[in-house]
């Protein structure tokens, strides 16, 4: 029998219990909304670095990152594509290794445009998906457990 339905327990202790499944709910779903997205959106973002229709993805790179690597700028991206795609779909498998590769991925582009192209806005909006990223990161703790067995 649930603490919630027991008539021996005393209606502050049902409160409380209701209040702590009410915010364990929230927190489950705020960490089911956030590996969505990172899910999602490096997948989406890592295609179109193949097809360049959000924009031109090579002028967000810096030059000395564009020196540091063969070929072209655009087959950089298509590297980058490749390695977003793949991020999101750890995500979407495996969020307790996902999120946190998203992080330094994440860090990575921001290191990127404030060292390069002068995309600040751009770099301070990734900044705040970092911190989400890390919000992911944090919840898979208490929301991806490991299976047993494995």
Do not use: C
């Not at 193949?50 to 031109?56: G, K």
Request: proline share 6%.
């Amino acid at each position: 029998m649930s603490v919630l339905h027991d008539p021996t327990v005393s209606a502050p202790s049902r409160a409380a219990e209701a209040d702590h499944a009410a915010q364990d709910e929230a927190g489950h779903q705020a960490y089911l909304m956030l590996r969505v997205a990172f899910a999602v959106a490096p997948i989406a973002f890592g295609l179109d670095k193949f097809l360049n229709v959000l924009t031109d993805w090579p002028r967000y790179l810096a030059g000395w990152v564009d020196d540091l690597m063969p070929g072209s700028a655009q087959d950089f991206m298509y590297a980058v594509g490749a390695i977003e795609i793949l991020a999101g779909i750890l995500v979407a498998l495996r969020p307790r290794y996902g999120a946190p590769v998203v992080v330094l991925w994440l860090a990575g582009i921001i290191v990127n445009l404030v060292t390069g192209p002068g995309y600040y806005d751009v770099a301070l909006r990734d900044f705040g998906l970092l911190l989400a990223a890390l919000t992911l990161t944090r919840l898979t703790l208490a929301y991806d457990r490991p299976r047993a067995g494995r």
